[in-house]
Structure formats: C-alpha cells, structure tokens
C-alpha cells in the first residue's frame, strides 16, 4: 500500500507534492498543473485547474503498481464539497466513523463527499487502469464570488443540508452516463493555450452542473437504459475506433460481429452517449478530421475526401456546408486569407 497526501487550498500545492511524492515530472513547460507520472508507484497522468478560486478541477489517469491511499487534507474541506467520478476503474471511499468500512464507488458512479475533519480518504487500487475525476467546489466562496446567492440556496444548501445530516458525509448517486460524453469530449480537446482552457472550463462546468442536477433528480435513472457497464464500454471501444479509423468502412453488421452487441443495443448506446446514430456519428468525425486537414493545408479537397473516408466529392461538399456554414473551398480560402493577413501584420 502506497501513500499520497495532498492539501488542497492551492492548486500550486497539490501539484508540488504529486511531483514530490510520487516522482513525477511536468510533461509541459508551459503547463505545470499537468504532470506525468512513471515511477515505483506506476504510470500516469494528471491534470488540474482552477476556476474562479472556488472550483478546483482534476483529472487522474493511473495504472498503478500497489494500492494507493488518497488522502486530501484542507482547512477549507469541511465547508467544501467534492464530486467524485469515475470514468474508467473503480475507487473505495473510507468514512471517517470507521477506518475499516469502505464504500465503493463503482465506474460511471457519481459521488459527493464532504469532509468533516478537513479530511477525504479514497483507496485507489492497483493493476487495473483508472480515470478519476474530482471537482471540489466552496458554496460560500462561489456564491459570493459570483454574488449569486439564488443558486447556492436553491442547488447547492440541498446538498450541503443533506450531507451534514448523513453520518458517512457523503451521498452515492446512480450511474450517470451523461457524464461519458462531456469527459470525452474533455479528453478529445487538442487545442493549446488560452484556447485550451476555455474549452476545458467550459466543460469541467457543463461536468459539475450535470453532477449538480442528477442530485436534484433533473436527469433520468440512467438504469432505464438498460445498457450495462461492459456495454457502455464496448461503445465507447467502437466510438475510439471510428475516430482512429475514419476511412474504414464501418458497418453494422460488421461492428455487432466484432463486439458482440446487438444492433439495438448499439444504436441505443450511440444516441445516449453520443447524441446521435453511428451512421451520423462516423460521417460527423469524418468533418471535424476533414475541417483539421484543411486548416493544415497539406492536401487538396479531393485528397481530404478520400482520405476521410467519402466516396462522393459533391456529397462532402454539401454535408460539409451544413455543418461548417461555408463549402469546403470558401473554407479553405478563409483559412488562406487568416494566414496571409497574420504574416502580414
């Protein structure tokens, strides 16, 4: 069993000691709150921010070698509350009232805890490969901050209410599948700089308010979907394909054989996770790869079709136009006149 202890005020702080006590080595620069980590305790990234002095967001990607205890320790803790999701693995959560009564948190779960000591404790075991997210947000600093007083009365008093009123400090929500497309499309930003960011706090926001109203009970059971946890996995197995693989013909038939998944299930999967068909969501990756080509400017329009899978030049042209707003030529010279007009400044 390894050992990680954290103190969360600053963001600043819980960084400088990842970096101490697990070994790790900033991957950017530019960046010093994404970090990766390879050493006697495993493997792994991690990645954080602040927003508005009030939300703190983090993000780990782990394998690790032995088990490890998180401890997050904070004068501000108590009056604190954390969101806890796991996208890929499980964690267990250690109650203050019993050292020995452990609480799982199972993938695709959501949790709220609140400290009553200044002190979170989650046990992340080994072997199996984890994402975890954690959003801590202060009602009291937010909602001065923001001088929204409405909004921490009416969805975050409820919550803090009922917390402080549980001996265990913390509430246990259902699967929240909504939650899979907002991280992925997290994971799928591959803008930099003050670009990144926006986008990133756009969605970590989009992420704690989702949390937010499934405790309020504004989001359906998900368990009416009926899909289960090694399903909603090999969907999102499918969907990574599709999006490495956008010239590959993906059918039906095809992929149901390759996974074993019924065609309902996989259609039902697409439309929850995705908010759209497979057959839509191959042809929507295929434009955002082709709208990057041509921002690249490395191929003509021709090549970009084939290379992105289409067959038809003048079918691409029209489904582009819908998406984008322009033809996929008044792209590219949009894209030419940007680049002219920022060398010549």
Not at 19 to 34: G, K, M, R, V, W
Not at 132 to 157: A, M, Q, R, V
Not at 239 to 244: F, K, Q, T, V
Not at 252 to 273: D, R, W
């Amino acid at each position: 069993m390894k050992f990680l202890n954290i103190n969360d005020v600053r963001i600043s702080t819980v960084f400088n000691e990842i970096l101490n006590q697990l070994d790790a080595s900033i991957t950017n620069e530019y960046n010093p709150f994404h970090i990766q980590i390879e050493s006697a305790y495993g493997k792994g990234i991690c990645e954080g921010k602040n927003y508005s002095d009030s939300i703190c967001f983090f993000k780990f990607n782990f394998s690790l070698k032995d088990d490890l205890t998180l401890t997050i320790n904070s004068s501000q803790a108590s009056s604190s509350l954390y969101f806890i999701y796991s996208n890929q693995g499980h964690l267990l959560y250690q109650s203050e009232y019993s050292k020995y009564k452990l609480q799982r948190i199972n993938e695709r779960q959501t949790a709220i805890l609140k400290a009553r000591n200044n002190e979170i404790k989650l046990n992340l075991p080994s072997n199996n490969p984890l994402e975890i997210i954690i959003i801590k947000i202060n009602p009291f600093f937010y909602s001065k901050k923001e001088n929204i007083n409405s909004c921490f009365k009416g969805s975050l008093h409820p919550i803090l209410d009922f917390l402080n009123n549980k001996s265990q400090y913390a509430y246990f929500g259902e699967f929240n599948f909504k939650a899979i497309e907002v991280i992925n499309n997290l994971n799928n930003i591959t803008e930099k700089g003050m670009v990144r960011d926006l986008l990133m706090e756009g969605q970590v926001k989009l992420l704690l308010a989702l949390f937010i109203q499934q405790y309020n009970g504004h989001l359906p059971n998900t368990r009416s979907f009926n899909l289960s946890n090694l399903e909603i996995k090999k969907i999102n197995k499918i969907a990574l394909e599709i999006r490495n693989n956008p010239r590959s013909h993906h059918s039906i038939k095809k992929i149901v054989e390759q996974h074993n998944i019924s065609v309902a299930k996989l259609q039902k999967g697409f439309k929850m996770l995705h908010k759209k068909t497979l057959g839509d969501y191959v042809k929507n990756i295929r434009l955002e790869i082709a709208e990057e080509m041509i921002k690249e400017r490395e191929y003509t329009i021709s090549e970009i079709v084939y290379k992105v899978g289409f067959s038809s030049k003048s079918y691409f042209s029209k489904i582009f136009k819908i998406k984008f707003g322009f033809s996929p030529k008044q792209y590219q010279e949009i894209v030419k006149e940007s680049l002219i007009h920022t060398t010549t400044k």
